[in-house]
């Protein structure tokens, strides 16, 4: 197995901070501490993405707790935790003026992963209220990371907003879940992926993905605390990738995108 020494950056995880927002499959997963530490044994120099709760708000201040849980954690570990923030479709004005304060007065660049599914709006990532809040992000310079398994949904937020830079997250179980995704990725220029969830133990999925996608339209992440992080890293490892494509994958992609 290859070996990598420069810098490997998790875009894609789910802090678990309280009984809400832990997503272990199997209980308690420890402090955070405990769950950066995990992380750094399996070999991730810093990671990235939103606490998520299972709900359905009856008011935006029950999703502007999220983020500011994640702010907090981005004040404690600025060295590890890059924040990932939440706006929700069903609140397009408070949405906004939240990515007013998160992108704009404390420096967020990171939306996600938004999980309409798991907070009550399903694929709600296209509707008029939603593409509101997507120009608003733009104008910020921010990153847009979503779970949608509809493919004209995606299609249309990509069009529809063709200056925002957007990343569908996991890349599905079987084969061809992977090619038609890494195909639409390809498709659109302002649309990316990242590797979580699914699909890393499909042996040849990221040759596959850059070959069809680009180098740099691919994201290193692992859907941790869901997931195991040392399998995806070994499992990027394994692959027959050359040095700038690991470069790509596991952090320059990450560091360009958020640099804008």
Same mark, same amino acid.
Request: proline fraction near 6%; include cysteine; hydrophobic fraction near 40%.
């Given at each position: 197995?290859?070996?990598?020494?420069?810098?490997?950056?998790? @875009?894609?995880?789910? &802090?678990?901070?309280?009984?809400?927002?832990?997503?272990?499959?199997?209980?308690?997963?420890?402090? $955070?501490?405990?769950?950066?530490? %995990?992380? =750094?044994?399996?070999?991730?120099?810093?990671? @990235?993405?939103? &606490?998520?709760?299972?709900?359905?708000?009856?008011?935006?201040?029950?999703? =502007?707790?999220?983020?500011?849980?994640?702010?907090?954690?981005?004040?404690?570990?600025?060295?590890?935790?890059?924040?990932? $923030?939440?706006?929700?479709?069903?609140?397009?004005?408070?949405?906004?003026?939240?990515?007013?304060?998160?992108?704009?007065?404390?420096?967020?660049?990171?939306?996600?992963?938004?999980?309409?599914? @798991?907070?009550?709006?399903? %694929?709600?990532?296209?509707?008029?209220?939603?593409?509101?809040?997507?120009?608003?992000?733009?104008?910020?310079?921010?990153?847009?990371?979503?779970?949608?398994?509809?493919?004209?949904? $995606?299609?249309?937020?990509?069009?529809?907003?063709?200056?925002?830079?957007?990343?569908?997250?996991? &890349?599905?179980?079987? &084969?061809?879940?992977?090619?038609?995704?890494?195909?639409?990725?390809?498709?659109?220029?302002?649309?990316?992926?990242?590797?979580?969830?699914?699909?890393?133990?499909?042996?040849?999925?990221? =040759?596959?993905?850059?070959?069809?996608?680009?180098?740099?339209? $691919?994201?290193?992440?692992?859907?941790?605390?869901?997931?195991?992080?040392?399998?995806?890293?070994?499992?990027?490892? #394994?692959?027959?990738?050359?040095?700038?494509? =690991?470069?790509?994958?596991?952090?320059?992609? #990450?560091?360009?995108?958020?640099?804008?």
């Amino acid at each position: 197995m290859s070996q990598f020494s420069g810098r490997i950056t998790d @875009c894609h995880i789910h &802090p678990a901070l309280d009984p809400e927002t832990n997503f272990g499959c199997f209980g308690n997963i420890g402090d $955070i501490k405990s769950q950066i530490d %995990t992380l =750094r044994r399996a070999g991730i120099s810093r990671a @990235c993405g939103a &606490p998520i709760a299972r709900m359905t708000p009856s008011s935006f201040a029950e999703v =502007r707790a999220l983020n500011d849980k994640a702010l907090r954690l981005r004040n404690e570990f600025p060295d590890f935790y890059v924040p990932g $923030i939440h706006i929700h479709p069903k609140f397009p004005e408070e949405s906004c003026l939240e990515l007013e304060r998160c992108c704009g007065q404390e420096a967020v660049r990171w939306v996600g992963e938004l999980v309409g599914y @798991c907070m009550g709006y399903d %694929t709600d990532y296209a509707t008029e209220d939603a593409l509101c809040i997507m120009r608003v992000a733009a104008k910020h310079g921010a990153v847009v990371n979503f779970h949608c398994d509809d493919m004209d949904v $995606i299609e249309t937020l990509c069009s529809s907003v063709p200056d925002l830079n957007l990343v569908l997250a996991h &890349p599905g179980p079987g &084969p061809s879940d992977i090619l038609r995704r890494a195909a639409l990725v390809a498709k659109h220029p302002n649309l990316h992926l990242d590797i979580s969830g699914s699909g890393i133990d499909r042996y040849g999925m990221l =040759r596959a993905s850059i070959n069809m996608a680009g180098k740099e339209k $691919i994201l290193f992440g692992t859907d941790y605390p869901i997931n195991n992080p040392a399998v995806y890293v070994h499992g990027a490892l #394994f692959e027959d990738l050359t040095q700038d494509e =690991r470069e790509a994958l596991f952090d320059g992609n #990450f560091s360009r995108l958020v640099s804008r």
